[in-house]
T-cell receptor, first 113, second 113 residues
Framework: DAKTTQPTSMDCAEGRAANLPCNHS???????VYWYRQIHSQGPQYIIHGLKNNETNEMASLIITEDRKSSTLILPHATLRDTAVYYCIVAPPFSGGYNKLIFGAGTRLAVHP | KAGVTQTPRYLIKTRGQQVTLSCSPI?????VSWYQQTPGQGLQFLFE???????NKGNFPGRFSGRQFSNSRSEMNVSTLELGDSALYLC????????????FGPGTRLTVT
């Protein structure tokens, strides 16, 4: 069963905020929310992660609901270079085994002029 | 701090040949993981090396092997190439073994003809 649910695709105007939602209703107490993105034909890029508090870095902000069942990645001022597939992953910080860091289908974000 | 580097970036091989890919992790990172990414199968975990030892292994045939050197640099080898091995091969580094937070390289695009 998928641990996260994301919309298949989203559009955003350049310069506007892009808000990417993720549902993770079965998240466990020790699991973090991680966000990665992959621009076409490039390696995935780590964006941000959090446990229960909102987080912000130079790339994005992560808002996690109080019940931790959903979160939103915010790109405050989207640019054309932010066009990519965005992946939301929930996992404990250390997970051994061959199935660690599994990317689902993700959200394909298209930023247009 | 320099990111993860992979060489070569592009490679064309013939069926039956073998290939060696190289990965240099971020300075100070001791864990290197390898992934195969194809349009049909998505991102699949191959194996992880930490302190020159294979710590985790995915569900790939024995034709896929790897090693890690004392400076944490890693190589991946695929013997007796098959058409289905055509893929983007990604290397990711992290501070510790089994860590979900990983930093990816740009990948090596392997085409088998």
């Amino acid at each position: 069963d998928a641990k996260t649910t994301q919309p298949t695709s989203m559009d955003c105007a350049e310069g506007r905020a892009a808000n990417l939602p993720c549902n993770h209703s079965t998240i466990s107490g020790n699991e973090y929310v991680y966000w990665y993105r992959q621009i076409h034909s490039q390696g995935p890029q780590y964006i941000i992660h959090g446990l229960k508090n909102n987080e912000t870095n130079e790339m994005a902000s992560l808002i996690i609901t109080e019940d931790r069942k959903s979160s939103t990645l915010i790109l405050p001022h989207a640019t054309l270079r932010d066009t990519a597939v965005y992946y939301c992953i929930v996992a404990p910080p250390f997970s051994g085994g061959y199935n660690k860091l599994i990317f689902g289908a993700g959200t394909r974000l298209a930023v247009h002029p | 701090k320099a990111g993860v580097t992979q060489t070569p970036r592009y490679l064309i091989k013939t069926r039956g040949q073998q290939v060696t890919l190289s990965c240099s992790p971020i300075s100070g990172h001791r864990s290197v993981s390898w992934y195969q990414q194809t349009p049909g199968q998505g991102l699949q975990f191959l194996f992880e090396y930490f302190s020159e030892t294979q710590r985790n292994k995915g569900n790939f045939p024995g034709r896929f092997s790897g090693r890690q050197f004392s400076n944490s640099r890693s190589e991946m080898n695929v013997s007796t190439l098959e058409l289905g091995d055509s893929a983007l091969y990604l290397c990711a580094s992290s501070l510790a073994s089994g860590q979900v937070l990983q930093y990816f390289g740009p990948g090596t695009r392997l085409t088998v003809t």
